[in-house]
């Protein structure tokens, strides 16, 4: 055999090498299962009605359009089956934030607000939708509370009427030296109930008040540190609020085709 010939022979074996090779190696890829691809967590978005809502949640915070960490909380409401109970401290002196409240219970936050000074109103409340031009389309929502009691809480100095030892004065009270008011101004007077508490006087008379608030379909959700705040706009400067611990929860105003139990459709006051 020629050299020529041993070249080719040599060549050939070469190259089929080369193909077995390549060969073993495609099949050997195609044989291992391919890596299974992490698909990504489905969210599931649950919406539910604001009539709903307010009976589920029972602390609302009244605040700015724009709430952040340190808004000023300048209402809460409290909503116990069909009686809403509404917290007001004394705007001048109220420096109490969305940030003093979000590690707070429920309860500790009524507690907080029961201490400040300012006012508390007791009534029935509902809740009716007011329809738009058309008469088919909600306008918005209108929460609506026959106010029955106001209790105010004051700081005993407010009543030492320049007295020079505001402390002594503050003291006399406490123990019962002085009175804030006699029997005689209490039986002549719309005082259901005075009482001292600490330094303060807590004072509850009748009141015949209407005080309502308009819900418009304008959503907000707001993650606050680890907390999530979600609400309407109740005009355009402020905003109504609660916590959840439904971070995907989002909700719709009711509608003349979709409302809650007890929402009327026009049948309260617009």
Not at 99 to 110: A, K, S, W
Not at 141 to 150: G, H, I, R, S
Not at 180 to 192: C, F, P, Q
Not at 207 to 223: A, G, L, P, V
């Amino acid at each position: 055999m020629n050299i020529k010939s041993k070249k080719t022979i040599m060549s050939m074996i070469i190259l089929i090498v080369i193909v077995l090779t390549g060969c073993g190696t495609v099949s050997s890829t195609k044989e291992k299962p391919e890596e299974s691809k992490s698909k990504p967590k489905e969210i599931k978005v649950k919406t539910v009605l604001m009539s709903d809502v307010i009976n589920k949640h029972k602390v609302w915070l009244r605040t700015k359009s724009n709430p952040g960490r340190s808004s000023i909380v300048d209402t809460i409401i409290v909503i116990k089956g069909d009686e809403l109970v509404r917290y007001r401290p004394d705007q001048r002196q109220n420096n109490i934030t969305i940030e003093h409240l979000i590690n707070l219970t429920d309860e500790e936050i009524i507690n907080l607000f029961e201490k400040a000074e300012g006012f508390k109103y007791v009534g029935k409340y509902k809740l009716g939708i007011v329809l738009d031009q058309l008469g088919q389309t909600t306008e918005r929502l209108k929460l609506k509370v026959n106010q029955k009691t106001m209790t105010r809480t004051e700081h005993l100095s407010a009543f030492s009427y320049g007295d020079l030892d505001r402390e002594k004065y503050i003291n006399d009270v406490k123990s019962g030296k002085k009175k804030i008011y006699s029997k005689a101004e209490l039986s002549n007077s719309d005082i259901i109930k005075h009482e001292i508490k600490g330094d303060y006087s807590v004072t509850t008379r009748p009141d015949n008040d209407e005080y309502s608030i308009n819900m418009f379909d304008s959503f907000i959700k707001r993650t606050i540190f680890d907390t999530t705040f979600m609400g309407v706009a109740v005009g355009t400067k402020t905003v109504l609020i609660t916590r959840t611990d439904e971070p995907q929860l989002n909700f719709n105003l009711d509608t003349p085709d979709k409302k809650g139990e007890k929402v009327i459709i026009e049948g309260i006051s617009k």
